[in-house]
């Protein structure tokens, strides 16, 4: 009974029941499929081949530098030609006080020019000027003496016609008023009051008699006998009270006696404000052109003053007579001989302590370029490497589509000459205490994992060797850095990860196998270790970058 009620189990219960079993088979399965491919791999690539020689590299701490190598010429950081002015260009030298090689500061002189000549012409402008200036002043004066006396005399005649205004022609103007109301006025002010009072009395009466007058007409075109002879007793009678009145009329602080004295007086204001007018015309036409007179004056003696045009010209040909250094540095050529005129540069200055590199960079390199970074400079003129730093970059290309550039030297005391070819090393970056290896050494597997091939054993074609997972980081145009955690310093690396690099011939029997250990092992199949790749076999004769001769960096 019991075996009839056992249960019957199917496959999917005996994986479950080893399951880490299964885990272990999938692991090996996989790694059989890794080797397989590279198996496929490397007898595709090497099968029937004969390997000339296979170049390693031995790995090691170093510095990963990226750079752009350029050509320049050195030259001065800084140079002025001292030249004489086209003033001077006729003048004589008389004195050269310097030598090629020497060091001057500036404003040393460095040569000195006949001076005779432009001396003489300086004297004679300087006489001129002062003759001008002289001249010049005595206008002037003048100017201002004819405006003193001119003002003055049209000031009299201004103050005399407005007295003549004021008093009438009176004398007692000036005396003392017997009406104590009429203090502090003019003769023409009384005279205008009491007129004007006057005048409106007796008109008066003459508009009285002429009203009688009308009214005797009248009667006597109207025969009327009677009322023409009351109306003429009225008429004697208002006339012989105007003339009382009249002759009543007074001003006795100016004795005046009578209306027709003082009327007479009030007539000549009209006349005498006129003249006062004219008078105070002529004074401010004078004052007027006296003061433009001066002004014109004091404007030439102002530019008598002035500094000639001319002397000044003839003052700055004197100064540059002499010429002078104008920067501080050395004297690198000198084109001044005593005796002969002056022509183009009398002398070249160079800074030689702070020298510069000029130099070309390519359009495919200037892109990764900045000014500031850090140079290399090398010559035949210097042993050692000089430092030199990036300073500046044209921003655009010239005709050959190249760019300029300027490198400084960063040592004055760096024993490169002005003139001297330099090659010029521009460190675009650096990066110290890493493995790198050429760039061709890191391989690329299907799933895209990189790898470089270590040796395992052998000498020259006959090495092996395993694949060593890395991580790739900065490169340049040679060299990679790469890191794993399974590297070390003193491995010897392939140079290349292209088993077909170093291939020479087609050899039936011989190939490449990848044995069971999955090293790779490349020589003759007969002397092949148990579980090891072969790569091409046969006598190849050593040679070659690690092949049994010196190869490129670490290479052996």
Known sequence: MAEQTKTRRGPLAWVKRHKKLMIFLVIVLVIALVITNVVRKANKAAAGTTYQYVRTTVLQKTTLSDSV??????????????????????????????AVGDTVKKGDVIATLDTTDVEKQIANAELKLSDTQTDAQKSYDQAVEDQSTDLASARADLEEAQKKYDTL?????????????NSGKTNREIVTEYYTRYAEEIAGYENTLANLRIQLTQAQQDGDADRAAGLQGQIDDYTNRESVAKGQCSIPE?????????????????????????????????????????????TKLEQSQREDDTLTSLQTALDNCTLTATMDGTITALNATVGDVCSGAVATIQDVDNLTVEVTIPASSVGKLKAGMQCNITSDATEDTVTGTLTRIDPVANDSGSFGATVTVNNQDSGLLIGISAKVEIIVSEKDNVFTVPRDAVGTNDDGSTYVLRKT?????????????????????????????DLNEGDVIRATADLTQGVETSSSGDGMQVMENGDLYVGDPSNMPEGTVVMGGGDAPAGGPGGGGPGGPGGQ
Do not use: P
């Not at 100016?254 to 209306?259: H, M, P």
């Open 69 to 98: 190598n350029v050509n320049g010429t050195v030259k001065s950081g800084s140079s002025a030609s001292v030249t004489a002015s086209d003033s001077v260009k006729t003048y004589k030298v008389t004195a050269v006080n310097v």
């Open 169 to 181: 022609g009176l004398d007692d103007y000036y005396g003392s008023m017997a009406d104590g109301s």
């Open 254 to 298: 100016l004795g005046l006696q009578g209306f027709d004295a003082i009327s007479q007086c009030y007539n000549q204001i009209e006349q005498l404000a006129q003249a006062l007018d004219k008078a105070q015309q002529s004074y401010q036409k004078a004052a007027t052109g006296a003061s433009r007179s001066v002004d014109n004056a004091e």
């Open 457 to 485: 054993g052998g000498e020259g074609v006959d090495m092996t060797f395993e694949q060593v997972a890395v991580t790739e980081g900065d490169t340049n145009d040679y060299y990679v850095e790469i890191t794993g955690d």
